[in-house]
């Protein structure tokens, strides 16, 4: 999935610690959304909602209904501005690799979300056709259910979820520490071959 460049969405900064849109962009987001709110009902009905993510994502008609059925957990057929502004940050983090990021800043809510059946347990099945909106891969999916699922159900409660959340995390700042630390091995390393071949 990815932004279209030029679209509105492509100039809205998220902050990458929390995952949380600036005042003054949420502002921008608000005025957005009642543009886009052709009825003024401070809704979009799931037409208004699917030519949205449309101009804006690469997405597939039945990605977007998938979508739209997640964020309308209330079966009402319309999503307010709470449901948009969450997808707004789902996609910038998305389009920016902070996936995990978001996950973990903000796992009750994404928790909810996947729990279609207010079970408070997800399924795999639940998981994985929202997979693509958190870059999860099939093997990741299968490898998330088969280490974090403890009660052995098939199913994650929240405390599981959130524990998958934040060993992910863990996992992603230990490599991306690793990363930092040869790349700069590495030009110390071409700095010293330099240096010796000044002398």
């Known amino acids: 999935m990815r932004l279209k460049k030029g679209s509105f969405l492509w100039y809205l900064y998220l902050d990458k610690i929390y995952c949380l849109l600036s005042v003054r962009n949420v502002k921008a987001l608000a005025e957005y959304f009642h543009i886009l709110d052709v009825h003024g009902k401070n809704t979009l009905n799931d037409v208004l909602f699917y030519h949205f993510l449309h101009h804006v994502t690469d997405l597939k008609k039945a990605q977007i209904n998938i979508v739209f ?19 707004v940050c789902m996609l910038l983090a998305h389009e920016n690799h902070l996936e995990g990021q978001f996950m973990y800043r903000h796992s009750r ?89 000044m002398k």
């Open 69 to 87: 059925d997640m964020l309308d957990w209330n079966a009402v057929g319309e999503i307010g501005f709470e449901q948009f502004y969450m997808l």
């Open 109 to 197: 809510p994404v928790f909810d979300l996947l729990d279609l059946k207010g079970d408070l347990r997800i399924g795999a099945k639940n998981f994985g056709m929202y997979r693509f909106l958190f870059n999860i891969h099939k093997q990741e999916l299968k490898d998330l259910f088969h280490d974090f699922d403890v009660t052995g159900d098939n199913l994650l409660n929240y405390q599981e979820f959130k524990l998958y959340t934040i060993i992910y995390i863990d996992k992603l700042q230990r490599r991306q520490k690793t990363e930092e630390k040869e790349k700069e091995d590495r030009k110390r390393s071409l700095y010293s071959k330099r240096k010796c071949h």
